[in-house]
C-alpha cells in the first residue's frame, strides 16, 4: 500500500493533556527530549493521553506512538513500526520476540533534530497505517517457547492451566514473553509465582 506523505497542522481539537503536562514537569533527565517530541507528535491529529505511565498517542481507538525514557537514551515507540518502509533502517526491535513495536533512540535533543523530518514521515505513515486498520502478522501463541518453570506449574496445577488456556492469545503471549525474559530459573520462577493470582481471576499481565 502506498500513503501520501502529507504534513497535518496541530489539531486544536485535541489540545494538550494536562496528564502529559505534568509527566513532562516530573521528568529530569529528558524534559527537554519529551518536550521536543510532543511538539513533533501534536503537529499531527492524534489525541494524547498517558498511558502504561508515559505519553501516548491514538488515532481513534488505535494506538499509534508513545513516547518513554530509559537511563541511557529516550524514544518514541510506533505500536505498528513493523508496517513501517523504514528504507534507511533506524527503527529498532528491542528484542527478538517484539513482533509489533518498533522504537526510535535518541541520546540527546540533537539526536531528534537531526531525524525530525524523517520522524515526522513516519508518523504520517503510521496514522495512515492505523486508518486502513492494517494488521501485523503475530506469531501463534502455540509457536511462542514456554519456560519449563511455567511448564511444571501447568503440570502441577490443572486450575492454572485451564485460566490459561481460557485467556485471549494476546494475554497468553504477553505472559509467555515475561516468563521467558530472565536468564535465571530462580527469576523465571519468581515472576511466575507473582502472575499466577492474576492469571487464575483470569487478568492479562498489563490488566
Known amino acids: 500500500m502506498k500513503f501520501k506523505l502529507r504534513q497535518t497542522k496541530v489539531n486544536i481539537t485535541n489540545p494538550m493533556n494536562p496528564k502529559v503536562d505534568a509527566f513532562i514537569a516530573r521528568e529530569t533527565k529528558w524534559q527537554a527530549e519529551f518536550d521536543k517530541l510532543r511538539k513533533i507528535i501534536l503537529d499531527f491529529p492524534l489525541s494524547e493521553e498517558l498511558k502504561w505511565g508515559v505519553p501516548c498517542y491514538s488515532s481513534g481507538k488505535g494506538n499509534v506512538v508513545l513516547i518513554h525514557g530509559f ?124 502472575c499466577i493470582p492474576k492469571i487464575l481471576s483470569g487478568k492479562g499481565l498489563l490488566d
Not at 519449563?148 to 485451564?162: H, Q, R, V
Open 71 to 194: 537511563k541511557e537514551y529516550c524514544a518514541v515507540l510506533f505500536f505498528k513500526g513493523a508496517l513501517l518502509k523504514d528504507p534507511t533502517k533506524i527503527l529498532i526491535q528491542q528484542t527478538e520476540n517484539v513482533q509489533a513495536a518498533r522504537h526510535l533512540r535518541f541520546k540527546g535533543l540533537e539526536d531528534i533534530l537531526k531525524v525530525e523530518s524523517m520522524l515526522r514521515d513516519y508518523i504520517i505513515e503510521a496514522i495512515e497505517i492505523e486508518k486502513a486498520g492494517l494488521k501485523v502478522n503475530l506469531k501463534k501463541t502455540e509457536e511462542y517457547n514456554v519456560p519449563e518453570e511455567f511448564k511444571n506449574k501447568l503440570d502441577a496445577m490443572p486450575a492454572l492451566k485451564t485460566s490459561f488456556e481460557a485467556l485471549t492469545p494476546g494475554r497468553q503471549r504477553a505472559y509467555l514473553f515475561h516468563f521467558s525474559q530472565p536468564k535465571q530459573s530462580k527469576t523465571r520462577e519468581d515472576r511466575i509465582e507473582k
